[in-house]
């Protein structure tokens, strides 16, 4: 098991930047495929980023391509999310989250993950 805590969200103006951090606990973060999810109010949860085990591979969700990077530290247990660009429209409370056998296919899924933090609110004002 890993437990999460987030950390970083804020609240800044359209076109601003803010970093995201997620410390995980435990020596098996390296063993976990990690990824960012958000919820704005009133909408479900949607997948934001993730990135494969070994830190090579990175999935984005098509609303934050060329804004958004996801980036990891398994020395440190650490998972990133660095944003750029912010627009209003990424106001949500952003989740980071681990899961221990996702394959490519599903790791966009909320279902891949069993692991969550407790969020942290981003608002972007325009």
């Known amino acids: 098991q890993v437990q999460l805590v987030e950390s970083g969200g804020g609240l800044v103006q359209a076109g601003e930047s803010l970093k995201l951090s997620c410390a995980a606990s435990?020596?098996?973060?390296?063993?976990?495929?990690m990824a960012w999810f958000r919820q704005a109010p009133g909408k479900e949860r949607e997948f934001v980023a993730a990135?494969?085990?070994?830190?090579?591979?990175?999935i984005y969700d098509d609303s934050v391509k060329g804004r958004f990077t996801i980036s990891r530290d398994n020395a440190k247990s650490t998972l990133s999310l660095q944003m750029n660009s912010l627009k209003p429209e990424d106001t949500a409370v952003y989740y980071c989250?681990?899961?221990?056998?996702?394959?490519?296919?599903?790791?966009?899924?909320?279902?891949?993950?069993?692991?969550w933090g407790q969020g942290t609110q981003v608002t972007v004002s325009s």
């Open positions: 990135v494969r085990k070994n830190g090579g591979a990175t």
């Open positions: 989250a681990a899961a221990g056998s996702a394959i490519l296919s599903t790791i966009r899924r909320l279902t891949s993950y069993t692991n």
């Open positions: 435990g020596r098996t973060f390296r063993s976990y495929d």
